[in-house]
């Protein structure tokens, strides 16, 4: 049984770019959530997926981000226009049908802005 | 509103126990977990206590809730330096699929 996988570990890039991340659950869990943790501080939320319906988005998630879950598997994570305020690690959790309260998470990806 | 408070460090001796206490001001918490992380690594969820629940054990674990105070604890028995990482409380307020977490408690074990 694997757990959350998360692609790239590890992004840098330059102010202006565009960034995408990949998450792929822990195979049949219909729950997915995205979370952003910066040095010294815990996870903050950004959105969940039950399924392919984003269900909640914080108001963290501005204009430039953008989560998908097509197909109700894998999600992206999408930063527009990145700023050096972006940098942080993206972690992406999640949580079975039969156990819903239950998060796992991933190892991350780590993002730079320069 | 949403807040989760934790101190920011203990130290403790290798087989001592260890508490580690939270406090939450969401009264509609449904459920409150304790997640650890270790340097490098993901977070990992170590157990989580339903609000109408006052304790939960799970074997070094002791999770004690009171939620007049709404404070939350976790107590680790024979403390290992293995334990040693920073360990996160989160709260899932109610109506919600989101956890709120706390800054974290960097737990270090010395011998």
């Known amino acids: 049984d694997t757990g959350v996988s998360q692609d790239p570990r590890h992004k840098i890039t330059k102010r202006g770019q565009n960034v995408t991340f990949r998450c792929d659950p822990i195979?049949?869990?219909?729950?997915l959530y995205w979370y952003r943790q910066t040095l010294g501080q815990g996870p903050e939320f950004l959105t969940y997926?039950?399924?392919?319906?984003?269900?909640?988005k914080s108001r963290l998630l501005s204009d430039r981000f953008s989560a998908e879950r097509p197909k109700g598997s894998f999600s992206t994570l999408e930063i527009q226009r990145t700023e050096q305020g972006d940098s942080a690690m993206y972690l992406c959790a999640s949580s079975p049908r039969t156990a819903p309260s239950e998060q796992f998470f991933g190892p991350g990806t780590r993002l730079t802005v320069l | 509103g949403e807040d989760v408070e934790q101190s920011l460090f203990l130290s403790v001796r290798e087989g001592d126990s260890s508490v580690i206490n939270c406090t939450y001001t969401?009264?509609?918490?449904?459920?409150l977990y304790w997640y650890k992380q270790e340097p490098g690594a993901g977070l990992q969820l170590l157990t989580y206590?339903?609000?109408?629940?006052d304790m939960k054990q799970d074997q070094r674990l002791t999770v004690l809730l009171n939620k007049k105070d709404k404070h939350l604890s976790l107590r680790i028995a024979d403390t290992q330096t293995g334990d040693s990482a920073i360990y996160f409380c989160?709260?899932?307020?109610?109506?919600?699929?989101?956890?709120?977490f706390g800054a974290g408690t960097r737990l270090a074990v010395h011998p």
């Open positions: 989160a709260e899932r307020p109610g109506g919600y699929n989101k956890l709120i």
């Open positions: 206590i339903f609000s109408n629940m």
């Open positions: 997926f039950q399924n392919e319906a984003q269900l909640e």
């Open positions: 195979s049949e869990h219909n729950r």
């Open positions: 969401d009264s509609s918490s449904t459920y």
